[in-house]
C-alpha cells in the first residue's frame, strides 16, 4: 500500500494511457480523493423529479459519500441540501423517502428548517441573543449543495459551488436521456416499481466499466443466458419464444455481433455502446405502441426514436442507463471495496403497461439480487478486487484498441469491442481528480 496524504500529483499518476495502477480500485487514501474531487467536481445524479410530486415530498440519497436530500420546496422548484444538521451533525431526513410535512426537524432537538433549508425555529431561541448566532455556520440552516440541474425531470448536482457548467458536461451525451424520455407519446418518465440495491464487495469503477465491456458477455455470461438458450432449444420445433428467452440470448451473441454494434464516446468520461444496434434491439413488438408512437410524432420520427437502440450509456461518474428498456443503474461508492448497486426501472407515460413489466422482468433476469446474470459479472468483480492485491503486476490494462492518437479526439464512434470508452473514464477521472477551481 502507498500513503498519498497530500499528493493529489501522485493520485492523478496512477492513470496513464492504456492502463491503471490497481491502487485506483483498492486504495482507502485514494478513494477519499475520489469523494472530494472527481464527486465534488462533477455533475452528479440525484434522482427523478417523479418521485417527489408534492410540495415537502423528499428522498434522500448520497452524492459520492456525503449524504443529501432532494425535496419539493414550496414554490415548486427542486432543492438539494446536505442532509445534516447545522446544530451537531445529526442526519435530519433517516427515511429513504416521504413527506416533510410542514418543516423538516431534527430528531435531536428540534430545530426544524423549512424545504429550502432555512431555520424556521429554534426550541428556547432566547438563548442564543447576544451570543452572535445570527452570523454564525449554524444560522444558514441546512445548507444547500453547490449548484442543481433539472433536465428533462432528470435531477443532477454539482457539489462545488463553482466548476464546469451542467450544458458543457454533459454535451450531446444528454441524447441518450432524451431518447428514453422521447419513448413516451407524451414525452414524460415516472419511476415506477421500486428499487433494487445490493452491495457488491468491489470498487465502484468495475461496475462502470463493466458497462462498456462487450467482450465479457459471450463469456462471463455463458453459464447464465447461455443455458436459457440451450434449455430453449431443446423445446419442439415452433414454440414461441419466451419472454425470459428474449432477454437472455442476445448476451451470448458471438463477437462479430458486439464489434458491429459499435461505441460512441464524449467528452467529459461519457460514452455509449450500441451505435447502430444493440442487445435490445430485437424484442417483439407490443401491440398498439407503435401506432401510440405515430400518432405523436409522425412515422419518420417514430421510427428515427425507436430505432435508435442504445444499449448502455456512461453517465460519468456513476450513473448509467438502458434508453430501450426504460433502465438505470447507478453505482454509489461506500469504500474503496464496496458499491451499493441501485436498479431503477421507468414508466412510459401513455405508453402499455407491457412495457414496464418487460422492463421489470429485464431487471428480475440481469439486475436484481436475485438474477443470474448479474452474479456473473458480481463474481468476476469481486475475484478481481481480491486478486488486485497480488503483487505480481500492479497495473490492469486497457490497451484493446488503443490509438495514441485517441487523447486528443472528443467525440468518435469506433469498433464495439474497444476499451476507448473505460480509457475515456479515466482520463475524465485524471482530469476531475484536481482541486477545486
Ligand atoms: S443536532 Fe439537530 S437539533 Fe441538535
Ligand atoms: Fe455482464
Redesign the pocket.
Known amino acids: 500500500m502507498t500513503f498519498y496524504h497530500g499528493d493529489l500529483q501522485a493520485v492523478r499518476d496512477l492513470v496513464r494511457e492504456g492502463e491503471v495502477h490497481r491502487d485506483v480500485y483498492t486504495d482507502p487514501d485514494v478513494f477519499a480523493y475520489e469523494m472530494e474531487h472527481v464527486f465534488a467536481n462533477t455533475w452528479v445524479y440525484v434522482g427523478h423529479a417523479s418521485q417527489i410530486p408534492k410540495t415537502a415530498d423528499f428522498v434522500t440519497t448520497t452524492i459520492g459519500i456525503k449524504p443529501v436530500v432532494m425535496v419539493r420546496h414550496s414554490d415548486g422548484s427542486i432543492r438539494v441540501l446536505h442532509n445534516r444538521?447545522?446544530?451537531?451533525?445529526?442526519r435530519?431526513a433517516n427515511e429513504a423517502c416521504g413527506n416533510a410535512g410542514r418543516f423538516f426537524r431534527?430528531?435531536?432537538?428540534?430545530?426544524s428548517f423549512r424545504t429550502d433549508g432555512s431555520i424556521a425555529a429554534i426550541p428556547l431561541p432566547q438563548g442564543y441573543e447576544g451570543t452572535g448566532f445570527e452570523t454564525s455556520r449554524a444560522a444558514e440552516g441546512m445548507a444547500a449543495v453547490g449548484a442543481v440541474h433539472v433536465y428533462r425531470d432528470f435531477v443532477f448536482a454539482r457539489l462545488h459551488p463553482r466548476g464546469i457548467g451542467f450544458t458543457e458536461f454533459f454535451g450531446e451525451s444528454l441524447s441518450s436521456i432524451d431518447n428514453m424520455i422521447d419513448r413516451s407519446p407524451v414525452g414524460k418518465l415516472e419511476i415506477a416499481g421500486g428499487v433494487l440495491r445490493y452491495v457488491h464487495r468491489c470498487n465502484w469503477k468495475m461496475l462502470v466499466e463493466n458497462l462498456t465491456d462487450t467482450c465479457h458477455p459471450m463469456v462471463a455470461h455463458e453459464s447464465s443466458a447461455g443455458t436459457a438458450v440451450a434449455v430453449w432449444k431443446q423445446q419442439p420445433e415452433g414454440t414461441p419464444r419466451h419472454p425470459a428467452v428474449e432477454i437472455f440470448a442476445p448476451f451470448v451473441s458471438p463477437y462479430q455481433f458486439y464489434e458491429g454494434m459499435g461505441i460512441r464516446v464524449w467528452p467529459n468520461g461519457h460514452g455509449h455502446t450500441g451505435v447502430s444496434h444493440s442487445i435490445h434491439s430485437d424484442y417483439s413488438a407490443i401491440p398498439g405502441y407503435f401506432e401510440q408512437m405515430v400518432a405523436a410524432y409522425g412515422e419518420e420520427r417514430a421510427r428515427e426514436i425507436l430505432g435508435t437502440n442504445r444499449h448502455n450509456t456512461v453517465y460519468f461518474p456513476n450513473l448509467t442507463v438502458k434508453g430501450p428498456i426504460q433502465a438505470m443503474r447507478i453505482f454509489k461508492p461506500i469504500a474503496a471495496d464496496r458499491t451499493m448497486v441501485e436498479s431503477w426501472t421507468f414508466r412510459l407515460v401513455g405508453a402499455p403497461d407491457q412495457l414496464l413489466a418487460r422492463t421489470l422482468m429485464y431487471s428480475r433476469l440481469v439486475n436484481a439480487p436475485t438474477s443470474p446474470v448479474g452474479h456473473d459479472d458480481l463474481e468476476m468483480y469481486e475475484r478481481a478486487q481480491d486478486s488486485l492485491h497480488s503483487d505480481a503486476n500492479p497495473w490492469v490494462n486497457m490497451q484493446r484498441l488503443y490509438d495514441p492518437q485517441e487523447a486528443g479526439i472528443a467525440t468518435a464512434t469506433a469498433n464495439g469491442t474497444t476499451e476507448w470508452q473505460m480509457r475515456n473514464q479515466f482520463r475524465a477521472w485524471r482530469h476531475f481528480m484536481a482541486a477545486v477551481p
Open positions: 444538521c447545522p446544530h451537531k451533525g445529526t435530519v431534527c430528531p435531536y432537538h428540534a430545530w
